[in-house]
C-alpha cells in the first residue's frame, strides 16, 4: 500500500503567539488571522514486508533505518518524523519519504505542516479513520517534546484547513472561521502580497518561550505590547472579512511595530534594511511571519507595485517566493 498526502505551509497577518497555551488564556482568548500558501510539504509512505522502518528526507538529505518501529530513536536527525510514526505505530514496516517546498528556517510552519501530512498518511496506512482535528492536538504536543519548548498551533491548523482563516482561541479549545470564501477576491488578495526569504533562520521555540516569559514578569512592558497584538488581530479579521486591503497594511504594519516590543531579536539590522528596500519599491506594510526572528517576510503592496517590491527586494538581497493561497488544506490520496 503506499499513500501521499500534502499539506500547505502559513503566512500570518496578526495574532501570531496569541495561539500559544496559556498566552491566550492570560490575555482572554486570541485570534491568529493567517492564509495557507502552496509551498506544500509532501509525504509518500509504502507498507514494507518487514518491520523495518526507513525515513527519508529529500530536502534535508538525511535518511534514518530502524529495525521495528520500536527501536526508532527519538535523539536523532528526524526525530520530528520518528516520534510521528513511533505515535501511530504501524502494523507493519514502513518507508517514509518526505519533502518541503518552503527555505529551511523560513518560519512559515513547514515542520507543523510535515507534520500534519504525515499524520494523515499514517492515519490512512494504518485504517484508524481518526478525527482530523485529533492531529493538530497530537502535533503540538509531538513538536513540544522535540524542541523541548511551548507550541502554538496555528501552523498545524492551516495545514489542515487552507484558505483565509481566523482562528480563536480559548478556554474551550480552538475554533476556525473561514474569511474569505470569494475566488476572485482570493485572487485579488494574493496578487497583492509578496513572499520573500530574508536569508535568516528562524527557530520560532526560542521566541516563544521567552514571550511567555516576558509576558508573565511583565518584562519591558510585554503585557502592553501583547495586548496591543490582540487588539490588532481582532481588528486584522475585520479588515479582512471588510476585503479592505489599505486597512490590512496598514494594521500589518501595526502588529509589527508591537510585536518588536515583546523581546530582543524580533528584528535585525538586515531585516531593517529589507523592510526598507520593499517600502522604497512600492511596500505599504512588511512583517517578519511568526514570533519573528529571521525566515520569511511578507509585504503588502500598493495596488500595480508587486514587481517593483519584488525587485527591490531581490537586488537588497532577499529571495522572492512565488505562491498562491492554497484553496484546500491536508490531503490524502492512495496511489
Not at 32 to 52: F, G, H, I, M
Not at 145 to 173: C, E, M, W
Request: hydrophobic content about 40%; charged content about 25%; proline content about 3%.
Amino acid at each position: 500500500m503506499i499513500v501521499e498526502a500534502t499539506t500547505p505551509t502559513r503566512i500570518d497577518f496578526a495574532g501570531s503567539t496569541l495561539d500559544l497555551y496559556p498566552l491566550y488564556l492570560f490575555v482572554g482568548g486570541g485570534i491568529t488571522v493567517n492564509a495557507a500558501v502552496d509551498l506544500y510539504c509532501t509525504v509518500r509512505v509504502e507498507t514494507r514486508s518487514d518491520p523495518k522502518i526507513l525515513l527519508r528526507s529529500l530536502d534535508r538529505n538525511e535518511e534514518l533505518v530502524a529495525s521495528s518501529v520500536e527501536q526508532l530513536p527519538m535523539d536523532q536527525e528526524l526525530s520530528l518524523v520518528a516520534r510521528v510514526v513511533k505515535s501511530y505505530p504501524p502494523k507493519t514496516g514502513v518507508n517514509v519519504i518526505t519533502k518541503s517546498s518552503a527555505p529551511q528556517g523560513s518560519g512559515i510552519g513547514a515542520s507543523s505542516s510535515l507534520l500534519i501530512a504525515l499524520s494523515g498518511a499514517m492515519d490512512r496506512i494504518n485504517g484508524t479513520s481518526l478525527d482530523p482535528s485529533s492531529f493538530v492536538e497530537y502535533g503540538a504536543n509531538i513538536e513540544a517534546q522535540v524542541i523541548a519548548i511551548p507550541t502554538g498551533k496555528q501552523d498545524y491548523l492551516a495545514a489542515l484547513y487552507g484558505s483565509v482563516n481566523a482562528f480563536h482561541f480559548g478556554v474551550r479549545g480552538w475554533r476556525r472561521e473561514r474569511l474569505i470564501t470569494d475566488l476572485g477576491k482570493l485572487r485579488q488578495f494574493e496578487e497583492r502580497i509578496v513572499l520573500s526569504f530574508t536569508g535568516e533562520s528562524h527557530f520560532s521555540g526560542t521566541n516563544n518561550w521567552v514571550m511567555i516569559k516576558n509576558f508573565v514578569e511583565n518584562a519591558s512592558g510585554s503585557r502592553h505590547s501583547m495586548y496591543g497584538i490582540q487588539g490588532t488581530a481582532e481588528r486584522m479579521r475585520e479588515a479582512v472579512l471588510d476585503f479592505d486591503l489599505g486597512r490590512v497594511a496598514e494594521l500589518l504594519d501595526e502588529e509589527w511595530e508591537s510585536r518588536k516590543q515583546l523581546a530582543d531579536g524580533v528584528t535585525t539590522a538586515r531585516i531593517d534594511r529589507l523592510m526598507e528596500a520593499a517600502k522604497q519599491g512600492g511596500g505599504l506594510a512588511s512583517k517578519i511571519m511568526g514570533a519573528g526572528g529571521g525566515g520569511c517576510m511578507i509585504t503588502i503592496a500598493e495596488s500595480g507595485r508587486r514587481q517593483g517590491v519584488e525587485a527591490a527586494l531581490e537586488d537588497a538581497g532577499a529571495t522572492v517566493l512565488p505562491f498562491r493561497i492554497a484553496r484546500e488544506g491536508l490531503s490524502v490520496r492512495e496511489l
